[in-house]
């Protein structure tokens, strides 16, 4: 723990010089959806410096807020509000305006917006007196707030999500006089702009809530990680064990991006970022275009299943189920591992049928040198883990492992300006010792805050104390910019909410599932998986969570299935809608670098996370699968047994349906030899009398026969 951590492309050095590849910037060619993030930096000149500032003092509110919990509940959540609309409406004039005048009026509307948040602030005590019987004022703030709300999700993300807020609203207004049975009562217009702009269940609902907390405070946790070079670590380690075997470029994709799903749980930002280098690389040793792309869409995209962080949504789900965030976690763990197994077995396939071997040994770096290295920067993670996991908030956890991360790289720089290794080890092991002795006396903020300020202040007085102190900075500001997008959709989506807490629209389109599934679990299954994925190709992963899991969700619990794995299945359908074409986001992501067409990419992506398309209707059958109760198989053997035999069921069903999709095992199949493949893929996840016995029996007869026949066809070559 020597060595100054580099934030700069030497974090993929090895990946560089591996694929040959230059990195392609991010694209934004008409800046008109900034969605999956904005480009590098804040803008031209003085505008960009106080975009800058401005995403600091955010970045600092947040953390203040989540350390220290000063300001009532409503109140945090208005200001976080206020900083997204300020931000967003800023950032986009600095980015798309082209002279002094627009960028004027788009800091000006941001500056509306700020104070509108801000009112929830100033005037808390008097919204809660008057709760029910808003003012005039009132209702202009709430109205302004909608027009602010609408309009700023409209320049992050375009048109689709707005339009379908604005329905639901003019719904709102105007669903009296509509046939039953999709009218409702009717509502004044003082109680919807109540509802929705001041209560708890609209704009300012569990959504933005999240954003406020667990959100913010993971994203800044991820930056730092980030910073302090744990791409680099991620990149090192998996190109040493899987870099040199068969088709290992494409291995070393699916485990550095499934790692770094741990941290990010942003697909779209994996795929630009770890993607620039595994996909080049992939090419280089001989995987066709699309094919490396698609390998590199499905893993980025997988980082939003794979705890802890798993794109956010994780949070959200708890607070709205009511339960342990960690029950979440532990819910997602199985399938998380089953989909990254899935897209490893494919390109392992792949790889396979078209002869591709692995990187030279001598050309990868050392597992064992990197861990010896920077096994110190998987602390954070695994301290955050051990937290989670023994009953504490997410909220007191995140803040830990980010001032345990903070202290790392701010302690990074101290120990560069030592003039010995002794020194080094000596300043090392004494703030260990202080880490320990405040993780055992349980960890007080104060104390944190202090150590951490005394860092900061040590740095300030070495050069390269002074570069750690910017590369801090810069992280927190590019967090603030990073949550811009994920906050917004977190508020507009509370329009949906709004609505069907106060019209129950959400019980009718629910009766109808249910009527559904009483005659077929399957269909009310199919119908969930087609809405999460149509809305996923318009809007992004949490706000499709968060509509199919309101309407469809509380229906597939009433007919049996487990509250979490409703959930789970709602949410995996959309993170499915981004490699599935038409729109499929991560193949768009991905063309530019591949150099394919982006439908290719999506097609191949599909049949590369065709396994990510059966593991929800896997769990449906067999909730053991995500440690949940209720499997059939748990009375018969036990829970645990149960949870063993999903697993392993799901396992077989994975690589059945990795032959179907890539056509080879131990050498090409036919097409029967496909098709039956298939056929007992189906019987494994299929509930009935005697699937799971027939399923095994023909998959092995497949699998005999294959071999048999490769064998036979090598001795006849030799």
Not at 27 to 44: I, K, Q, T
Not at 445 to 463: D, E, M, P, W, Y
Request: charged share 10%; hydrophobic share 55%; with cysteine.
């Amino acid at each position: 723990m020597t060595q100054q951590t580099s934030v700069t492309g030497a974090d993929t050095d090895r990946l560089h010089e591996l694929s040959g590849a230059t990195p392609v910037p991010i694209e934004h060619p008409d800046l008109d959806n900034f969605e999956h993030g904005f480009p590098p930096g804040f803008g031209p000149g003085g505008w960009g410096l106080f975009a800058y500032a401005l995403a600091i003092a955010f970045a600092a509110f947040q953390i203040a807020i989540s350390a220290w919990n000063f300001l009532p509940s409503q109140a945090a959540r208005g200001v976080h509000v206020g900083f997204l609309l300020l931000l967003s409406f800023g950032l986009v004039a600095n980015f798309r305006a082209k002279d002094t005048p627009g960028r004027l009026l788009g800091w000006a509307l941001g500056i509306l917006g700020f104070g509108v948040g801000l009112y929830q602030w100033i005037f808390y005590a008097d919204l809660i007196l008057r709760d029910g019987d808003p003012s005039t004022m009132d209702l202009v703030v709430g109205t302004l707030l909608i027009v602010l709300v609408f309009e700023a999700a409209r320049r992050l993300m375009g048109n689709a999500l707005p339009i379908m807020c604005g329905v639901c609203l003019l719904y709102w207004f105007l669903g009296q006089y509509l046939p039953a049975p999709f009218n409702h009562r009717g509502y004044g217009f003082d109680q919807i702009i109540g509802h929705l702009s001041f209560g708890t269940e609209g704009f300012y609902g569990t959504p933005i809530y999240v954003s406020a907390t667990y959100i913010f405070l993971f994203i800044v946790f991820g930056s730092f990680l980030e910073k302090a070079g744990m791409i680099h670590l991620f990149n090192d380690v998996s190109l040493g064990i899987f870099g040199g075997s068969r088709g290992g470029p494409a291995k070393v994709a699916v485990v550095s991006s499934g790692m770094m799903g741990m941290i990010s749980g942003s697909g779209v930002a994996n795929v630009v970022t770890v993607g620039q280098f595994t996909i080049p690389l992939m090419i280089k040793f001989g995987y066709r275009r699309a094919f490396a792309a698609g390998v590199e869409a499905t893993a980025s995209m997988g980082g939003q299943i794979m705890p802890p962080v798993m794109g956010a949504v994780a949070f959200i789900m708890a607070e709205t189920l009511g339960v342990p965030y960690a029950e979440i976690v532990k819910a997602a763990a199985i399938p998380a591992v089953l989909y990254f197994a899935s897209a490893f077995w494919m390109v392992h396939l792949e790889a396979g049928k078209y002869g591709l071997k692995g990187i030279e040994r001598s050309m990868l770096p050392s597992p064992l040198k990197a861990l010896r290295e920077r096994w110190y920067l998987a602390l954070p993670l695994a301290v955050l883990i051990f937290m989670l996991f023994h009953g504490f908030t997410p909220l007191f956890a995140g803040t830990i492992g980010l001032a345990l991360t903070v202290g790392l790289l701010l302690g990074a720089g101290i120990a560069m300006g030592l003039r010995t290794q002794t020194l080094r080890v000596i300043f090392w092991i004494g703030l260990g010792l202080i880490a320990a002795a405040l993780f055992r006396e349980g960890m007080d903020i104060r104390v944190v805050a202090g150590l951490i300020a005394v860092l900061v202040l040590a740095n300030a007085f070495t050069l390269g104390g002074r570069t750690t102190l910017t590369i801090s900075r810069d992280a927190l500001a590019d967090s603030a910019k990073t949550a811009l997008p994920v906050g917004i959709a977190c508020a507009i989506v509370g329009t949906i909410i709004g609505l069907m807490t106060q019209t129950g629209i959400g019980t009718t389109f629910g009766a109808w599932i249910i009527g559904l599934g009483q005659s077929s679990l399957f269909l009310a299954l199919i119908l969930t998986m087609i809405l999460s994925i149509l809305l996923g190709t318009g809007i992004p992963t949490i706000p499709t969570y968060i509509i199919v899991a309101a309407l469809a969700a509380p229906a597939l619990e009433k007919l049996g299935v487990p509250l979490i794995v409703s959930h789970m299945f709602a949410f995996y359908y959309g993170i499915m809608a981004d490699l599935s074409p038409p729109v499929a986001l991560a193949a768009l992501a991905a063309a530019p670098i591949a150099k394919e067409n982006p439908d290719k990419i999506g097609w191949e992506a599909m049949r590369v996370a065709l396994a990510g398309y059966v593991i929800p209707f896997i769990a449906v059958y067999s909730p053991a699968l995500m440690l949940q109760p209720g499997d059939p198989m748990a009375n018969v053997i036990g829970f645990w047994p149960a949870v063993v035999y999903a697993t392993f069921k799901a396992t077989v069903a994975i690589g059945l349906f990795g032959m179907v999709a890539i056509g080879y095992l131990f050498g090409k199949l036919s097409v029967i030899e496909r098709v039956l493949s298939f056929g007992a893929a189906v019987l494994l996840f299929g509930e009935f009398a005697y699937s799971d016995p027939l399923g095994y029996a023909l998959a092995a007869a497949i699998v005999l026969r294959h071999w048999f026949a490769a064998r036979k066809a090598e001795t006849a070559l030799a």
